[in-house]
T-cell receptor, first 116, second 114 residues
């Protein structure tokens, strides 16, 4: 069964460093998302991406964050200068474009980011 | 702003019992609602999706209902098993075009006692 994959599973970085989290969405899906979950808190929406551009972003997704689809399969989230409060589990999700717009989102296993 | 609440935060039941998990949302103008399962330290597994026009959806021992006008959904698990132990999350997608995000509840941590 097709699934969303994410690498790495765990990333440890120093404050101020740049990190890139990688995702491979399900192959026929056209909508891509990033969410994050700080330990013990709700899953929060960061950004959605469609047709090679951001379609929606949350207040969390400030200038330190960017997303890219560098090729036909990968979808990346970059954090330019990490802060301690960026420590969280980051989930990638994807959904297909369906006539009538009913789109179930499928999530990857997550990347645990630890900022020291 | 949409707010999603799940009560209780934690629930323990003996194996074999039927149980109901609750989800409520403040803005009834939703497009769909998804129930997810999350195992500790793991990703989110989609269990059921209910469209706003539907009243319920079933998959195996799981049945999800939706009452959009009252802002409520329930997830019914029949004949619970220890393998059902996990955190269950509900999430709503709002109805306006271009709004693709899911808004999540805090989850209910379910423990099935063998």
């Amino acid at each position: 069964e097709p699934e969303v994959t994410q690498t790495p599973s765990h990333q440890v970085t120093q404050m101020g460093q740049e990190v890139i989290l990688r995702c491979v969405p399900i192959s026929n899906h056209l909508y891509f998302y990033w969410y994050r979950q700080i330990l013990g808190q709700k899953v929060e929406f960061l950004v959605s991406f469609y047709n090679n551009e951001i379609s929606e972003k949350s207040e969390i997704f400030d200038d330190q964050f960017s997303v890219e689809r560098p090729d036909g399969s990968n979808f990346t989230l970059k954090i330019r200068s990490t802060k301690l409060e960026d420590s969280a589990m980051y989930f990638c999700a994807s959904s297909e474009s369906v006539l009538g717009g009913i789109r179930e989102q499928f999530f990857g296993p997550g990347t645990r980011l630890t900022v020291l | 702003k949409q707010e999603v609440t799940q009560i209780p935060a934690a629930l323990s039941v003996p194996e074999g019992e039927n149980l109901v998990l609750n989800c409520s949302f403040t803005d009834s103008a939703i497009y769909n609602l998804q129930w997810f399962r999350q195992d500790p330290g793991k990703g989110l597994t989609s269990l059921l999706l209910i469209q706003s026009s539907q009243r319920e959806q079933t998959s195996g021992r799981l049945n999800a209902s939706l009452d959009k006008s009252s802002g409520r959904s329930t997830l019914y698990i029949a004949a619970s098993q220890p393998g059902d132990s996990a955190t269950y999350l509900c999430a709503v997608k709002e109805s306006n075009f271009g709004n693709e995000k899911l808004t999540f509840g805090t989850g209910t941590r379910l423990t099935i006692i063998p």
